[in-house]
C-alpha cells in the first residue's frame, strides 16, 4: 500500500466542500429528527391498540373522472384513561386486517385529536441519517488530504 503525494484542484475542494456540507445537514438532521422522538416519548403516552374497521376511500382522476386507485384508513381502538378509544389511521394503499395488534401514541389530554400509529422503524431515522451524513464527512475529508491511496508504483 503507497501514499503519494497529490495536488487538490479546485474541483477537488468544491465537491469536497459540498459533500462536506451535506453531510453535517444530515447529521444535524439526525440530531433534530431523534430529538423529536425522545420529546414525543417523554411527553406523549404510547399503548397496544387494535384494528377494529378500515374506511375506504377511491381516488378519481381530475381529466376524465376514471376512478383512479382505492386507499384504506385502520379504525383503531385503544384503552386511554380508562375509556375506549376510537381513531381512525393514515390512508394507505393496503387494508390492515381486523385484530391487528399496533402500537398507539397519544397526549392524555386530547386522546382522540392527538393519536397516531407508530411506525415500527421511526427509530432508525435518525441512526440512518447520522451513518449517511458520517459517510459524506469521512468521504469529503478524504478528497481533501494532500496524499492518495495507490496500489501501483
Not at 469536497?16 to 447529521?27: H, K, P, S, V
Amino acid at each position: 500500500m503507497n501514499f503519494k503525494p497529490h495536488q487538490n484542484t479546485f474541483d477537488d475542494k468544491l465537491s469536497a466542500g459540498i459533500g462536506l456540507t451535506f453531510g453535517l445537514l444530515f447529521i444535524a438532521g439526525g440530531f433534530w429528527v431523534r430529538n423529536i422522538v425522545v420529546r414525543e416519548g417523554a411527553t406523549l403516552n404510547e399503548t397496544r391498540g387494535t384494528v377494529v374497521d378500515s374506511i375506504s376511500r377511491r381516488d378519481r382522476s381530475s381529466t376524465n373522472n376514471e376512478e383512479k386507485e382505492i386507499y384504506y384508513a385502520p379504525v383503531i381502538e385503544f384503552i386511554a384513561n380508562g375509556k375506549r378509544t376510537r381513531f381512525t389511521g393514515n390512508y394507505e394503499s393496503y387494508r390492515s386486517s381486523n385484530g391487528h395488534q399496533v402500537v398507539v401514541r397519544y397526549d392524555p389530554k386530547q386522546p382522540i385529536n392527538t393519536a397516531r400509529v407508530v411506525n415500527p422503524l421511526e427509530g432508525l431515522v435518525p441512526w440512518g441519517m447520522f451513518g449517511m451524513g458520517g459517510l459524506a464527512v469521512v468521504s469529503s475529508l478524504g478528497a481533501l488530504l494532500p496524499v492518495r491511496w495507490s496500489s501501483g508504483e
